[in-house]
């Protein structure tokens, strides 16, 4: 395998082939036999999980907060990401043949990292608007609102895209003869923009947003810490509300941080600071199952929403209180339209 094919094998969408050789060992016997069904079980219980975050936030009254804007984008965000992961799983099953045509390459894998920058970026502007409600509750009030929070929504979105342009632009269905089939594969033009694109991932796709995200909760953790000692009055809701952007930002690392130490290794190999004949291979396996840990945090974010609190709960019930509510108006009225008809039709009888 020489040096093109295998910086394919190491990307973040596992879309690449690799050698005959390498299914015949029990590492990616594992991966074939564990990674679909996997695939398949996230997928679903993500799609529903994230379809029920957003039909909540669609039908519950009143107009949706800030917190609940960035909440729901991120809830699409993920939805995005898991529309895709059957192709991806139909393609670990057929050994990384892709049969799906140039146009799926590019869309399937750009969904990927839009969802990865939409995602982590959501994150940080819900705990920035932690930060800005709880420790500068006069001074940023003005930035809290509604407005302002759709366009930089709007805004990381765009940011997304623009990040994922690489992939659209270098990914493709290109033909193996070594392997004897099609694969939708990356391939730089040059060695140092793989070596860009890497740094890209880690340092915007990972190592900023932790500092602003440390930054904030270690700062929104002093208040709470003020208000139990008294110096503030206490408020129950903005603790609540802090333990669940928490928990969201903590499984969001959890799974995240381990496809971002497999990408650093992969720029210490670039740099002949590691030996890639050495790493090769725990690269390649490493990387499978890395990846797919971190789309596991895709189906995480609505059980968070769910469990950790009473709000989103009273939100659920509130829907559904009303929708049982409309439904008993629909039947009282019309057994009362039955109970005049009948009532006519004994009039008419008697006459």
Known sequence: ??????EATIQLQNSTLAPPAMFNSS??????????PYIFIVCLAGILGNAFVLFVFFFQRGKWTVPEIYLGNLALADLILLACLPFWAMNILNHFYWP?????CKVVNLSIIVNMYASIYM?????????????????ARWLRRRRNAKVICFCLWLFGVIMGIPTAAFRSVQY????QAEACIIHYPFDSWKLAHHLQLVLLGFALPLLVIVFCSCNILWVLQKRMDGVFPQNTNDRKATVLVSAVTLFFFICWAPFHIFTSLVILCDLNILDLDAWD????VGTQFTTYLAFLNSCLNPLLYVCSGQYFKRKVSDIYKRR???TGSVATTLQRSVI???NDQIKTGVL
């Open 1 to 6: 395998m020489d040096q093109g094919e295998h």
């Open 27 to 36: 590492d990616w016997h594992i991966v074939h036999a564990i990674v679909p």
């Open 100 to 104: 799906y045509g140039e146009f799926l």
């Open 123 to 139: 994150l940080v502007m819900v705990n920035l608007d932690r930060y800005l409600a709880l420790v500068l509750i006069m001074k």
């Open 176 to 179: 193996i003869p070594s392997f």
């Open 281 to 284: 291979h725990i690269l390649d």
């Open 324 to 326: 049982r509510s409309s």
């Open 340 to 342: 005049a008809t009948r």
